[in-house]
């Protein structure tokens, strides 16, 4: 460690050496207003080439000279803090959250303030207005955030093993406990082995990650992150559902319904267990619909309809409704000071911004180049068939692309046309059960708030009660040793959280 | 090594001191006698300079509230705030305890391992034998923390690892090595020791080729043993071999190595898996409190000056030979 420690410093003082020179040197060079710079994550194997076909498109459409460094999505979040402390700072950052680094450097001026400064842009002034203001720092806006469904929990299962047993769709919690021990004990493989089990859970970390105890708490009624309670906010796992629901998870892991590695199970490889017919449910986001659908399709181009069934949000035992939605965005696009550093540069760098959510731009990110990878039928992107090498490139590239798509004033690009009728058939019901839900979505009464003891020490103090979870449900600790461990957050700071981000919500009333 | 302490002895061995100029001179004909050997000294000293000195100007950021943004100039002091801060922290004690143990743990099995490997390897005749065995052992040394990592997944993992199978049925148990906290501590050892014995055997086996043979054949002829030789004259051949290295890994030992802690870490195991590195990581880089987590290096690498420091006094004492 000290010689990361020690490379970091060394970067720092490199970092201040090239100031230093900067100042000696007089003025720096204006900007140079063709270029623009960009930092952004990529979640495939290998970031898009610099000269693909993609970014053609993209420096023809924006007219300017595209410069885009694709970072890791695992290490983004180090690297944008590294980069934050170097002189190489781009004009444009994905900024995947309101982690305390950004918040810090936010505060003490690094990113231009947009509050109000993007009504001017037809394309980034917001038809959501309120996920701007989940994704501002206590009502001040620091990038164009990334518009995000804000449904996206369900429960997929093997609807052949359903079949087979002759169950039904789980509605409610109980139900999925019922699916879980008939999935478990009832052989649904029809092998005649005792080898399958109900739900597979992956290593989840932190909390508030939509993970599936995140998500089984909020259908329990514990509500998202924060609830109100009495006329206060209080953290959701201070409430008796928040423990509720976790017997209820104990009482699966108990039971051997769910896999007994869930504290360690590589969240890489969570499709295997189901799709090899081990573990017959999944509870995570809608889109892993598609993707489950895809590796059976892949295996079986014949039969590969009716492997994979879902719901959305559960019913919990009080016999509502609370689904588990999303805060609406994903991170935003953030404008340093360090790199622009005049109005009329971050009117450029807006200007740039707006194009890039303009139809033409957005259809180019997310769905590729017309002719090439897709052609456009009934108002929907359908791929070409059989894809070209250059089709190809251009719709890995994209996968990336989409990285740079804020979608603000919603989806300006084309739906995607699903390969064969069965999945567009799919496809249109996950629409139709994710707006459903969208009626009864819990949301976060504090996500715009940013606490500055949670800054300080909110992710160590929110690892106590996300520890003592995994424990307890691993049986290593009792509900009381659970019990501790709240108390324990809030003795050691937490509290001072709660007081901070009840005062912001008092005044922002 | 051995070039640039005679060069600082050098001086001290010149004539008592005289006036001024006269020192000057002296110097000036001293360091044209020795200009070479200074020539060989400056990449050494520059590489110091440069890569290991200069970059503590940024330590300073211990003793601040450091925001990138605003550099590490305009960042406001504020005194011992950060180790206030840490060591009233209630992880402190829980960093400190679980470092410590598992620093000694690797120090008590796997350095004295490496030097039973070393001695084991002198013993076998068979030249092609020895080769073999040499290289083979070389080789985990090469592969990285994610391999081994990877590695002992698969061996380990529930249900269907060979190892978790074969070891669970012997003892007729069902452990969760990778989950249970009173696992960790051996499965990091384990690891240490397959990675990096048998690359460590490469300083001893130097060493016990400088042995006297003729002591060996004094000693077979007084009738000793092959385990009184290796205690009578192997082991005392090299002794100062193994207190230079005993030394230098000490001053190693907090360093309980990032990486293969990072990766072996989950939600069941960390209240014995966390350690000064991976809390540096987590708080500094992960969650961008950079003074705090320089603050929690800088105490660290204290504690590891006094150990070294203290090492070498005790070496001293006993056998009058340190490192330095």
């Known amino acids: 460690m000290t010689r990361r420690k020690l490379s970091l410093a060394a970067a720092v003082v490199t970092a201040t050496a090239l100031t230093l020179t900067a100042c000696s040197g007089g003025e720096a060079p204006a900007a140079d207003s063709s270029k623009i710079t960009i930092m952004a994550p990529f979640l495939e194997a290998q970031p898009p080439s610099a000269d693909g076909a993609v970014q053609q498109k993209l420096e023809e459409l924006t007219g300017k000279n595209v410069s885009i460094t694709w970072t890791p999505n695992a290490s983004y979040e180090d690297k944008m803090n590294i980069t934050l402390a170097s002189s190489e700072i781009p004009q444009v950052m994905v900024v995947q959250g309101k982690s305390p680094g950004f918040v810090k450097n936010a505060e003490a001026g690094a990113f231009w303030d947009l509050t109000d400064k993007l009504e001017e842009y037809p394309n980034l002034k917001t038809t959501f207005p309120e996920v701007e203001k989940n994704a501002s720092v206590n009502g001040k806006v620091y990038g164009v955030f990334r518009a995000r469904n804000p449904i996206r929990s369900a429960v997929m299962f093997r609807q052949d093993w359903l079949d087979k047993l002759g169950l039904k769709a789980p509605e409610t919690t109980e139900d999925l406990y019922k699916v879980a021990k008939a999935f478990t004990e009832q052989d649904p493989d029809g092998n005649g082995q005792n080898d399958t089990w109900g739900i597979t859970v992956p290593k989840f970390g932190a909390l508030g990650t939509n993970s599936p105890y995140d998500m089984i708490e909020t259908w329990y009624g514990a509500g998202n992150r924060w609830t109100e309670r009495d006329g206060k906010l209080i953290p959701s796992f201070e409430t008796e559902e928040f423990l509720e629901a976790n017997r209820f998870v104990k009482k699966m892991v108990d039971e051997k319904l769910i896999n007994p590695d869930f504290a360690t199970f590589d969240g890489t490889k969570w499709n295997e267990p189901f799709f090899n017919g081990k573990g017959g449910i999944i509870v995570d986001v809608d889109s892993r619909v598609s993707v489950l659908i895809n590796l059976f399709k892949q295996a079986n181009p014949n039969d590969f309809q009716n492997k994979v069934g879902f719901v959305g949000g559960l019913q919990g035992p009080d016999g509502e409704l609370h689904t588990h939605p999303t805060d609406g965005y994903s991170g935003f696009l953030a404008v340093p000071k360090t790199s622009v550093r005049t109005e009329a540069e971050l009117k450029n760098v807006l200007q740039f911004l707006d194009k890039m959510n303009s139809k033409e731009v957005a259809a180019l990110l997310n769905n590729g180049i017309e002719g090439v990878n897709f052609t456009v039928e009934d108002g929907k992107a359908a791929t070409i068939k059989p894809e070209t090498p250059e089709g190809k490139t251009v719709a890995t590239d994209i996968k990336s692309y989409a990285q740079l798509g804020t979608n603000v004033t919603g989806n300006n690009f084309y739906p995607v046309k699903q390969a064969s009728a069965y999945e567009q058939e799919v496809f249109d019901k996950r629409v139709e059960v994710m707006a459903e839900d969208l009626k009864s979505a819990v949301y976060n009464p504090a996500a715009a708030f940013v606490s500055p003891t949670y800054v300080a020490k909110g992710a160590q103090l929110d690892n106590i009660v996300a520890d003592a979870r995994i424990k307890y449900l691993a049986g290593q600790t009792d509900e009381q040793g659970l019990k501790v461990a709240i108390k324990l957050w809030k003795t050691s700071g937490g509290d001072k959280v709660q007081e901070e981000i009840n005062k912001l919500w008092q005044d922002s009333k | ?324």
């Open chain 2, 1 to 324: 090594m051995t070039t640039s302490t005679v060069d600082v002895k050098a001086p001290e061995q010149a004539p008592p001191p005289a006036p001024a100029p006269g020192r000057r001179r002296r110097f000036a004909v001293h360091f044209a006698h020795y200009k070479w050997l200074y020539l060989l000294l400056l990449p050494g000293v520059i590489y110091f300079a440069v890569f290991r000195y200069a970059p503590m100007y940024g330590v300073s950021i211990a003793f601040k509230d450091y925001v990138p943004f605003l550099g590490v100039n305009a960042s406001p002091w504020v005194g011992f705030q950060h180790f206030q801060d840490f060591f009233s922290n209630p992880d402190f004690g829980r960093l400190l305890g679980n470092t410590l143990i598992l620093a000694f743990l690797n120090l008590g099995i796997a350095f004295p391992l490496t030097i039973v490997l070393a001695l084991l390897l002198n013993e076998v005749r068979l030249s092609i034998l020895k080769r073999t065995v040499q290289t083979l052992v070389y080789i985990p040394h090469f592969l990285s923390w994610t391999i081994v990592a990877s590695l002992s997944f698969l061996l380990f993992a529930l249900d269907f690892g060979p190892l978790f199978l074969f070891i669970n049925s012997v003892l007729g148990t069902d452990i969760d090595f990778l989950s249970d906290p009173a696992w960790f501590r051996p499965l990091i050892v384990l690891q240490e020791i397959w990675k990096n014995t048998g690359w460590g055997t490469i300083i001893f086996l130097a060493a016990l080729a400088t042995v006297d043979q003729d002591q060996y054949e004094a000693a077979i002829i007084d009738g000793a043993g092959r385990f009184r030789r290796v205690w009578h004259i192997t082991l005392p051949g090299i002794r100062s071999t193994i207190i230079v290295m005993l030394i230098l890994a000490i001053g190693q030992m907090l360093n309980t190595g990032f990486e293969q802690i990072y990766l072996m870490t989950n939600a069941l195991n960390r209240d014995v898996a966390d350690v000064f590195d991976t809390y540096v990581y987590f708080v500094g880089i992960t969650q961008g409190a950079y003074s705090y987590s320089t603050a929690v290096g800088l105490f660290k690498s204290l504690v590891g000056i006094v150990l070294i420091f203290g090492t070498n006094a005790l070496a001293k004492r006993f056998n009058q030979s340190g490192l330095f």
